[in-house]
């Protein structure tokens, strides 16, 4: 696994999951020229990481048993089919769709950070995951500037034509630079699909990783998505492109996330996401006390992306150590998990805003983050600890 490929795979995956997030900043843009209302839009994040967590348990189990060479320019390919249509789509009802579809197939970086767990070697196995998430993370940040910029210069629909060609010519480089391994499990697929639960009800260690890193995405993508309502309405009715850029604040996360793979690697995985699960919840406490403050949303962003991108990166870091031959199917038990709570926090956060505000989604992400601390005292003080961890 040298650098060249590390680089290429978190930017193959950084570009996949970006498919998700194209939508985000844009949701007051598409509602408007789609004539919906904006907190009505918001579904369009949650049916596209619906998508996601389907497409992830039925296909990335298959990297465990499948050509990986094949099988992710393939899941490229149809992902790009899928943002062709989302680009033509005449209503709202027709993008709520084809974003599904989207979500389905943009699968390709969840097969892209087992495979490279099973091309490094143990010493360096999280410093090289955290490279690939790294990608990653920053293609899901990356992605609402690019979108707010490409719509605001040429329209919602000109981001998804862009992103259908890169993801081909993505397909063809992986193709070229991807090695060919041996499979590591010879079953039928059913039985393939139903060891991922398997492996769940097996594992104490995965269950409560499960909720760690379901808790983080919804608190996540809770705030982001509320973070397009708040700066698309009065007092500050910041147009797209302003939006968008909001998302660069959070580079800073993704690149502090890389380093946090060390931390996995000399067994500090525990308490490096106690640290971040109190960082999160001090993240909502400034987002809500200053809501009317630009200079104070973008420390609350800082705060936020650090801890959520490095807590993610040392939870599968953990799970990729707890059944070395299983890889693909702990990161779909674990993709799969996150996007369901994913999905079910865009949507709280779009019913939420509807009730009560700023104010209120920050309370309830505050909530969860005091949620997610008790399950991490649990499993400090409970032998739940994998055995190189201090």
Not at 150 to 164: H, K, N, S, T
Not at 367 to 375: C, D, E, Q, R
Request: aromatic share 10%.
């Amino acid at each position: 696994m040298n650098k060249r490929l590390a680089f290429l795979f978190a930017l193959a995956g950084g570009a996949a999951v970006g498919n998700l997030y194209w939508s985000q900043p844009l949701l007051d843009f598409i509602a408007r020229d789609l004539q919906t209302g904006t907190a009505h839009a918001g579904w369009l994040v949650t049916a596209t990481q619906v998508g996601y967590a389907i497409g992830v348990l039925l296909f990335v189990p298959l990297g465990d048993m499948l050509n990986r060479r094949i099988l992710v320019p393939i899941a490229l390919l149809c992902a790009a089919a899928a943002l062709l249509a989302s680009a033509v789509a005449p209503t709202f009802a027709v993008l709520l769709v084809t974003l599904s579809l989207v979500g389905l197939t943009t699968i390709s970086g969840q097969i892209l950070v087992p495979l490279a767990g099973d091309l490094a070697d143990d010493g360096n196995r999280g410093r090289i995951v955290g490279t690939v998430v790294s990608g990653i993370l920053i293609g899901i940040l990356v992605s609402r500037t690019v979108s707010g910029l490409v719509a605001g210069a040429a329209g919602w629909r000109a981001i998804y034509f862009a992103a259908a060609g890169l993801a081909v010519v993505l397909a063809v480089l992986l193709w070229i630079a991807i090695p060919t391994l041996p499979a590591r499990a010879t079953m039928r697929y059913p039985a393939l699909i139903g060891s991922v639960f398997a492996i769940v009800r097996r594992e104490r260690t995965v269950r409560w990783n499960l909720v760690l890193g379901g808790t983080s995405f919804a608190v996540f993508t809770m705030f982001w998505t509320a973070l397009t309502f708040l700066l698309s309405a009065p007092p500050f009715s910041f147009p797209v492109s302003i939006i968008g850029l909001f998302g660069l604040v959070g580079l800073a996360g993704a690149a502090a996330a890389q380093r946090v793979g060390r931390l996995s690697d000399r067994g500090l995985g525990l308490p490096t996401i106690g640290g971040a699960w109190a960082l999160i919840l001090v993240a909502f406490v400034v987002a809500g006390i200053g809501q009317r403050s630009v200079a104070v949303i973008i420390v609350a962003i800082l705060l936020l992306d650090v801890a959520i991108q490095g807590h993610n990166i040392t939870v599968q870091s953990r799970m990729f150590l707890i059944d070395p031959q299983a890889r693909s199917r702990l990161n779909t038990a674990f993709v799969t998990n996150n996007f369901i709570w994913g999905a079910v926090g865009s949507g709280l956060a779009s019913f939420l805003w509807t009730q009560g505000g700023w104010t209120a989604v920050m309370v309830a992400a505050a909530a969860l983050s005091g949620f997610a601390l008790t399950v991490w005292f649990i499993i400090r003080r409970s032998a739940l600890r994998l055995p190189h961890e201090r």
